[in-house]
């Protein structure tokens, strides 16, 4: 079995609980928290983009992505303690969430020294880690959410990454970790296939 951040999800989601009841009280739906999220991480992205000698933004990226984490747990939450979970809920949850990843992490091909190369095969990686699950989970198996290089462990790793360039550590280290979430994410893709595949496996083998 594979490790990710995602197998600490439940103890993250217990100290979201005050937060989740404030919302459900000020009539917050699911779905405007994952748009909002997404809009906030298109934000910032954008930010990034725009001025990537920014150091500010940099240190700043780790944050938010903790942010954008605890929005996205409290959606699901809301929409289970609420009883609004939709067809429409889910499918924003998956598209806002690749939205939200491609507006984060393109921007790191701007920022000095970094491997445009490396970053965009990164993202590209990373959505395909995504699909994965989402693939299993149409061919009837649970979705996936196998790692090493799941969402959370991907959030970690480009958290990191941020606070190398931040600090002006030669690029060789930023450039190292990226190209370690390439390969870790094409492990994740592998991952979440395999156990998908696993069901309609024979019998016999």
């Given at each position: 079995m594979s490790f990710s951040i995602y197998q600490l999800k439940p103890r993250f989601q217990q100290l979201l609980r005050p937060a989740l009841a404030a919302l459900a009280r000020a009539g917050v739906t699911p779905n405007q928290i994952t748009l909002g999220a997404m809009v906030l991480s298109m934000a910032y992205g954008l930010a990034l983009a725009l001025d990537p000698g920014n150091a500010a933004l940099w240190y700043g990226l780790p944050l938010f992505l903790l942010l954008r984490m605890a929005l996205n747990a409290i959606d699901g939450m809301l929409a289970t303690a609420t009883g609004n979970k939709?067809?429409?809920?889910?499918?924003?949850?998956?598209?806002?969430?690749?939205?939200?990843?491609?507006?984060?992490?393109?921007?790191?091909?701007?920022?000095?020294?970094?491997?445009?190369?490396?970053?965009?095969?990164?993202?590209?990686?990373?959505?395909?880690?995504?699909?994965?699950?989402?693939?299993?989970?149409?061919?009837?198996?649970?979705?996936?959410?196998?790692?090493?290089?799941?969402?959370?462990?991907?959030?970690?790793?480009?958290?990191?990454?941020?606070?190398?360039?931040?600090?002006?550590?030669?690029?060789?280290?930023?450039?190292?970790?990226?190209?370690?979430?390439?390969?870790?994410?094409?492990?994740?893709?592998?991952?979440?296939?395999?156990?998908?595949?696993?069901?309609?496996?024979?019998?016999?083998?």
């Open positions: 939709t067809a429409l809920g889910a499918m924003l949850n998956e598209l806002c969430d690749q939205l939200s990843d491609a507006a984060l992490y393109l921007p790191f091909a701007l920022a000095a020294g970094i491997q445009p190369v490396v970053v965009v095969l990164a993202v590209v990686a990373a959505l395909l880690t995504e699909f994965a699950g989402v693939l299993v989970q149409a061919l009837g198996a649970p979705r996936g959410f196998e790692g090493p290089m799941g969402k959370s462990d991907r959030a970690f790793a480009f958290g990191v990454v941020a606070l190398l360039i931040g600090t002006g550590v030669a690029p060789i280290w930023a450039n190292g970790v990226l190209v370690l979430v390439l390969l870790l994410s094409a492990l994740t893709v592998f991952n979440r296939l395999r156990r998908g595949l696993h069901p309609y496996a024979p019998a016999t083998r």
